[in-house]
């Protein structure tokens, strides 16, 4: 039988890859769907009704359909709490309450600067769009700021909400793998050295292996 | 012990936190952070928040900063008291209030905040709103409403027929953006209009908008202060 969680969009999507990551953390069995974004598979309509901005990915669990990859992360990790890694979202309130923190924070601070790098350094050559260099380098700046941040932060704190890994650094795993891996700018992370440490730790996780296995063969 | 939360009315992240606070019926201290002294930035600030943004809410030994994280933790630990803002009773609705507190973070939020500060931060500067900046976001911002303006005009609210912390979390920037010229962007769709004038007609709503005067008193003030 099928398994009743289904992702849909393709895997060298960052936010998709953020779903995957959580799925495979918290050992959830899904079904992946792929989306041909170049044929412009999220504008038809069947796709727009499970994801109205016409983004990826879109989410099925049995009856519930959801969109927006934090959220999706965030219903996961609450409705299979007993599976997998079960610290991933915290197991008290004020656990729960410091990964939000952060979880926003990348989602506020990292990923504006990060995205806009991601697809300026890794997706415009592909797609044989003129890069920016005046945006390139306001968001190198950007990102330079929030990683003096996290430097700081990661020399109090083995992971961003505390000891343990969680959702709020695997929320930085999809852009980071890219900056880091396909484009010349890892140096942002890799000069650092508390950061640097942290994305070595969190990138190399089996989850986060299987998801970058993913990509390359999909 | 009663909740700090360190910040300012008139800051637009502040009075997201202060109305969650006050739709859980919770009570807490104001404790006032001068934004234009620069405090937010002062090493005893930034031993609360890194990024040197208000708010910050202190709950006995918890430090929180992020207002959507604060308003989330609220929500979750005041559950049983006032209105109900998180649906947690019901695993669905629970999820979809999830989903459209992230469309708020991450589809309107960076399409109404430009255009809100260009409105009015630039001028405190002693500098014209930069109209190219206004109408670039004014577009996002159109497109991203026609896609409420859809939603809207089948559940009353945004995740629901119900009002949640989704909702909510629209309040203090479009507060702002509907005293401006810009407004129309909210008023040509009828459905966003109906859904914007029921959520700032709540009490609370109302209430936390008298507190929202940036721009207004204190121009002369950051104007003296500039010169």
């Known amino acids: ?218 | 012990m009663a909740l700090k939360l360190h910040g300012s009315a008139m800051s637009t992240s502040t009075s997201l936190v202060i109305i969650c606070l006050h739709e859980k019926e919770v009570d807490f201290e104001l404790v006032p952070v001068d934004l234009f002294a620069g405090e937010q930035k002062q090493p005893h600030f930034l031993a609360k928040n890194p990024f040197g943004q208000v708010p910050v809410l202190e709950d006995g030994d918890l430090t929180l900063f992020e207002s959507r994280a604060i308003s989330a933790y609220i929500a979750e630990k005041f559950k049983e008291t006032g209105y109900d803002l998180l649906r947690h009773q019901n695993l669905q609705e629970a999820a979809l209030v999830k989903v459209w507190m992230e469309v708020e973070s991450q589809q309107f939020h960076p399409a109404i905040a430009p255009i809100v500060y260009q409105f009015y931060v630039v001028p405190l500067k002693g500098v014209s709103p930069d109209q190219a900046i206004i109408d670039d976001n004014l577009e996002k911002l159109g497109k991203v409403l026609d896609i409420y303006e859809a939603r809207l005009s089948s559940t009353k609210y945004l995740a629901g027929d119900f009002y949640s912390l989704a909702d909510l979390h629209h309040l203090p920037y479009t507060c702002y953006l509907m005293k401006t010229t810009a407004a129309s962007v909210i008023n040509e769709r009828p459905h966003v209009k109906a859904w914007w004038e029921d959520i700032s007609c709540r009490p609370v709503s109302k209430k936390a908008a008298e507190g929202m005067t940036f721009g207004e008193k204190c121009t002369l003030k950051i104007k003296a202060l500039l010169l």
């Open chain 1, 1 to 218: 039988m099928a398994a009743p969680v289904k992702v849909y969009g393709p895997t060298l999507s960052t936010a998709v890859s953020r779903v995957l990551a959580c799925l495979i953390e918290k050992d959830v069995d899904f079904q992946l769907i792929p989306i041909n974004m170049s044929k412009g598979e999220h504008k038809k309509p069947d796709f727009i009704k499970m994801q109205p901005f016409g983004q990826v990915p879109a989410f099925q669990d049995e009856s519930i359909s959801l969109f927006e990859s934090r959220a999706i992360c965030r219903y996961i990790c609450d409705k299979y709490a007993d599976k997998g890694n079960k610290e991933l979202y915290g197991t008290n309130p004020l656990a729960k309450a410091s990964i939000d923190q952060w979880l926003e924070a990348e989602g506020q601070s990292f990923n504006p600067p990060s995205g806009a790098l991601v697809f300026q350094l890794a997706f415009a050559p592909r797609m044989k769009i003129p890069q920016d260099e005046g945006l390139i380098k306001q968001n190198q700046e950007k990102l330079g700021k929030v990683l003096d941040v996290y430097e700081k932060r990661l020399g109090e704190s083995r992971f961003l909400a505390g000891d343990e890994f969680s959702l709020a650094d695997l929320s930085h795993l999809p852009n980071t793998q890219y900056l880091v891996a396909g484009t010349d700018r890892g140096e942002l992370f890799t000069s650092r050295k508390n950061v640097g440490r942290w994305w070595s730790e969190i990138s190399s996780r089996e989850s986060w292996k299987k998801v970058v296995q993913m990509q390359k063969s999909g």
